[in-house]
T-cell receptor, first 113, second 112 residues
């Protein structure tokens, strides 16, 4: 079946450094790729997303890149801050719809002050 | 504007008991879904609905039932709880045009 692989599972960076999280997907029909941030004990919240007709999208300190040929997409966080510490999940739409998603297993990011 | 509301937040069941997790949204979203979150496994789709009266299975549907009689409500029923169903459950809603999932606060279920 379809799956999404996410790496690394944990990531520690010094405050001010950049963090990169990578995901690969298997469903060729996937066309929507969101990233969610989940703080401890809280609900996941969307931080950025990208659609298959776009190669890169940026929103202030966060950016997402998509390589459809290689079926991988990445989250980039620059100038990390302690409040960026959380678990990040990538996801891929199951097929071309936007009602079913396959999530990655998550990356726990720790930003060290 | 409450968004997505889940109840209860915590529940302890004994093996074999049944219960319903309630989910309601006030954003008039067409799509609703239930996910379970287990350590190291991310979020896995249990059931989803694309509109009132329409439901379908996700990745891990066994042991769960859903119904969608109104746009607002999407309850998840555990018919005969098993320890393997110990998890945190999230309800989510979204619009077809957006794709963004709006999650509830989660329900932590322990089955003894």
């Amino acid at each position: 079946g379809e799956n999404v692989e996410q790496h690394p599972s944990t990531l520690s960076v010094q405050e001010g450094d950049s963090a990169v999280i990578k995901c690969t997907y298997s469903d060729s029909a996937s066309n929507y790729f969101p990233w969610y941030k989940q703080e401890l004990g809280k609900r996941p919240q969307l931080i950025i997303d990208i659609r298959s007709n776009v190669g890169e999208k940026k929103d202030q300190r966060i950016a997402v890149t998509l390589n459809k040929t290689a079926k991988h997409f990445s989250l980039h966080i620059t100038e990390t801050q302690p409040e960026d510490s959380a678990v990040y999940f990538c996801a891929a739409s199951k097929g071309s719809g936007t009602y079913k998603y396959i999530f990655g297993t998550g990356t726990r990011l720790k930003v060290l002050a | 504007n409450a968004g997505v509301t889940q109840t209860p937040k915590f529940q302890v069941l004994k093996t074999g008991q049944s219960m319903t997790l309630q989910c309601a949204q006030d954003m008039n979203h067409e799509y609703m879904s239930w996910y379970r979150q287990d350590p190291g496994m991310g979020l896995r789709l249990i059931h989803y609905s694309v509109g009132a009266g329409i439901t379908d299975q996700g990745e891990v549907p066994n042991g769960y039932n859903v119904s969608r009689s109104t746009t607002e409500d999407f309850p998840l029923r555990l018919l005969s709880a098993a320890p393997s169903q110990t998890s945190v459950y999230f309800c989510a809603s979204s619009r077809p045009s957006s794709g963004e999932l709006f999650f509830g606060e989660g329900s932590r279920l322990t089955v003894l």
